[in-house]
């Protein structure tokens, strides 16, 4: 907090200094400040300031194992983790879709998504992440086997996976009740 408040500081007393808003609208945490240190002010005589408080924020943000750091042809974002549903492969390209329904699109494989994903994301599908703690309950009519999650979104589970994903439901279900 007191490194944020002496950039407010930077922009407050420095008339050249141009700012970009950084702004935490619903799941982003940051998609300018971490990934373009100091690109959003123009004075030559706080850039040491500004590099420090920008390093600073970087490291907090990297800090939290609950940040995932997109790039997409629309830019660069670092998303809240917790806030992702879950992760869709695509053909070429990953899914990630938040709680509040934004869609990232990202070129990559849903495998290197994964390697950087928290714990409580599990493998449900060939295509399909999900985060365990929004998952609201478990639907087998039919041939369907699908999970539903807390948005109403229901997601498939693969036969493959269905076992496990049944024990893994189960466990949370012991711990909600514990």
């Known amino acids: 907090r007191k490194n944020l408040s002496s950039l407010n500081n930077v922009y407050k007393k420095n008339p050249l ?3 970009v808003p ?10 300018f400040l971490m990934i373009r240190p100091a690109g959003h002010l123009r004075a030559v005589s706080d850039n040491k300031r500004i590099d ?3 390093r600073w924020c970087a490291s907090e943000v990297e800090k939290s194992n609950d940040v995932l750091q997109i790039t997409t ?3 660069i974002y670092a998303i809240s983790a917790s806030s992702i549903l879950f992760c869709q492969s695509n053909q ?3 899914l ?3 709680e509040k ?3 990232y699109r990202k070129l990559a494989k ?8 928290p714990q409580y994301f599990m493998r449900v599908h060939q295509s399909y992440l999900v985060n365990q703690n929004k998952i609201r309950g478990l639907d087998k009519s039919g041939n369907n086997f699908d999970l539903l999650l807390s948005t109403g979104i229901r997601v498939p589970v693969s036969r493959i996976y269905q076992k496990v994903t049944e024990e893994q439901i189960q466990k949370l279900l012991n711990n909600y009740q514990k």
């Open 110 to 117: 849903l495998d290197q998504i994964a390697l950087n994903l």
């Open 92 to 94: 070429k390209y990953v």
């Open 101 to 103: 329904g934004t869609i």
């Open 22 to 31: 950084v702004g935490l609208p619903d799941d982003k945490i940051c998609d």
């Open 17 to 19: 200094v141009i700012s």
């Open 96 to 98: 990630v879709v938040t």
């Open 73 to 75: 042809r629309q830019g």
């Open 52 to 54: 420090e408080l920008c």
